[in-house]
Structure formats: structure tokens, C-alpha cells
């Protein structure tokens, strides 16, 4: 089953535990099926490749792997913090995300 989740590509997140704690970064790709957030520059392993018509040389090359998605949370800049994230509906019937620590308003459409 597909989950709906808060976070968004290129939202900025913080890593809350595992070896990557601590470190901030930006969301490339959700994968809804397994839970999963690719991170950039975040929790970097190395394959051995063989030589193929993308990478004639092979050799050893690193790549992004995912992580958890509830090992991240969404990193407000104005809170300076990892933070969880609302939702308001306006008007319009449109709704928004917020920061439920400061209210400051993510999405703006």
C-alpha cells in the first residue's frame, strides 16, 4: 500500500538517527513503496561495477542508498531544527503546509 507522507522532493530535511545523524540535506526521490527517502550526499556506499556501455571502465563507484523515512524530519531554517509539519486548508480549499513549531508556511502556492 502506498503511504501519503508530508515531506516532498527537494524539501530540506535533517537525519535524527543513524550514522548520518545530525546532517542536513535535501530530498531527491520518495519511494512510497518501501518508505524510503534518497537523501543528496547523504549515507554514500561503495559498489564494485562492471564494465558496461554507461560505464565502460567499471571500477568502484558511489552512490546515494536510502534512508528510512522516519529516520528524517523536515528542517525548518527559521527554527533551526528538525520539526513536524501541519496542514491548513485556506479558503480556496487549497491546503498548505506549516511548521508546527514556529507556523511559518512552507508551501508557497
Known sequence: MLRKYKLKKDDP??????????????VLKIDRTKDKVFAEGLNI??????PNQLN???GIVEKEMPIHISNVMYYCKKCDKGVRLGYKVLESGNKQRFCK???EIIDKD
Open 101 to 103: 513549531s514556529c507556523g
Open 56 to 58: 565502460p571502465e567499471g
Open 13 to 26: 530535511i535533517i537525519v535524527i538517527s543513524g550514522k548520518e545523524k545530525g546532517k542536513t540535506s535535501k
Open 45 to 50: 556506499v561503495k559498489r564494485h561495477v562492471k
